[in-house]
């Protein structure tokens, strides 16, 4: 692809490949287990046409792309296709860009005016029997989980008024609920919470709204078994800004940070605001969950600023990726106390994209896996992602007591994030799959996935499926079992 600028958001691992593909019978080194049996949704987002303006958060607007790598029968197969978005159909029938600016319809050229902005291109997200493709600025877009074909945007059958849902959302395990929010709800720079709740059956059943203390970039929330925990960090928008041309996000380090503590089937005016402290923030929340005593932990991916590189420099923020101090932070509050403050443990090192069993999803948790950088590391890592530095470390974290297990990659290799397959064996933590990138020269990388055993990372995976087709860097992805998509086959048919 030709027309690019070259600048971080797209060259290295981050250079567009614009292409869909489809491939069976990919080469296998080790044993699948048999437990892995279903499909691997990544959400690899790809811009099919070259920006027509400067932004330095383009990164973020790339076209979704939806990948699927399929496991049966001990084979594996493999194929990714373009998220027909309102947007990209009407770029692909144009031939070029038309919107401009990251989240800022007031760049856009005349011809995108009224049209649905999003790419859809952050998580794919399965529940009752439907596929997902979501990013944070918009609503869904629902794909057949067979064909990849996008079957259009979705609103819950009609129920749904925010006009935007989380990317991030959560699945009570004994419920099979689905607790979702969207912010900016009420449109572009508002103040407004959406917060609804999704049966088991797909069906929406409560759509709330209320107002958060400033218009701030909410990428995740948690849930425990009674309450919904809404965090609000000092990443601003202001639709000023966005008319006058600006960045959608700014942060300020001066702005203190909140924790909205809603009781998960109360009323919004029930909501209760913790303080927290000033200029932090945090993309991706591990867990949360209640104690003995009625207090709730937040775990969070904690940093005194915000981690995107564009977004510092943009708010004048003159701090480098190493002076973040990055850190697995647990907040903890009582929401039945009258303090409205907030106490900060440190439970773990810098890293990102978290990633515990379903099964304990709201509940107390032993231990845990995350992505981080090797301290050891004798040069510098692959260059990728939106933070322009790929992870290559996977980390078991045991909450117990016990040491850390890690899972190490030489230079020139980086861990995409990864998703648990749980294990019907009694005792078994299940297995963790994740592509791997290998950098082979300047411009060239090969990948892989890689099945581990999540009890014993260090051990190294079990098996290595290679993927023939370049991929750029994973947002998030998702296991879906191939009992659950012939169930939704057979409940459709």
Known sequence: MTGFP?????????????????????????????EVTGTFFRAVPDPAFAPFMEDAAAILSADGMVSAIRFGDGTASAAAR???????????????????????????????????????????????????????????????????????????????????????????????????????????????????????????????????????????????????????????????????????????????????????????????????????????????????????????????????????????????????NGRLARWTVDPKGSADTIAETVIGPPGDFPVIPAAVQGRPYTHAWMLTMNPERRGPPVFGGPVGAMFDVLLRLDFTGAQPRALALPMGSCFNEPVHVPSAQSGHEGWLLTVVDHQTGPDSFVHECWIIAAAQPEAGPVAKVTLPHRTRPQVHGWWVSAAQIAAAKAEAA
């Open 82 to 324: 373009y998220v027909a978005t309102q947007r990209h159909q009407a770029e692909v029938a144009a031939g070029h860009a038309l919107f401009g600016k990251y989240r800022n319809p007031f760049t856009d050229k005349p011809e995108a005016t009224g049209l649905d902005r999003t790419v859809a291109n952050t998580t794919p997200v399965w529940h009752a029997g439907k596929l997902l493709m979501t990013k944070e600025d918009g609503r869904p877009y629902r794909v057949d989980p067979t064909t990849l074909e996008t079957l259009g945007r979705y609103d819950f059958g009609g129920l749904l008024r925010s006009e935007t849902m989380t990317a991030h959302v959560r699945i009570d395990p004994d419920t099979g609920e689905m607790f979702v929010f969207g912010y900016e709800a009420a449109g572009l720079a508002t103040r407004t919470i959406a917060y609804f709740i999704i049966d088991r059956d797909g069906a929406l059943t409560s759509e709330q709204w209320f107002e958060a203390p400033y218009c701030a970039m909410m990428h995740d929330f948690t849930i425990t078994q009674n309450y919904a925990l809404f965090p609000i960090y000092p990443t601003t928008c202001e639709l000023d800004r966005l008319k006058a041309g600006g960045e959608h996000w700014l942060h300020d380090q001066s702005v203190d940070s909140w924790l909205g503590v809603l009781p998960r089937y109360g009323d919004v005016s029930e909501i209760r605001w913790f303080r927290g402290p000033a200029g932090v923030s945090c993309y991706h929340m591990m867990n949360a969950f209640e104690d003995a005593d009625g207090l709730i932990h937040f775990d969070q991916c904690l940093s005194d600023s915000n981690a995107f590189p564009f977004i510092r420099a943009a708010s004048g923020i003159a701090l480098e990726q190493w002076e973040l």
């Open 6 to 34: 070259q600048d971080p958001n797209y060259i290295g691992l981050n250079t567009p490949l614009g292409t869909e593909f489809d491939f069976t019978a990919l080469p296998v080194e080790g044993t699948i287990p048999p």
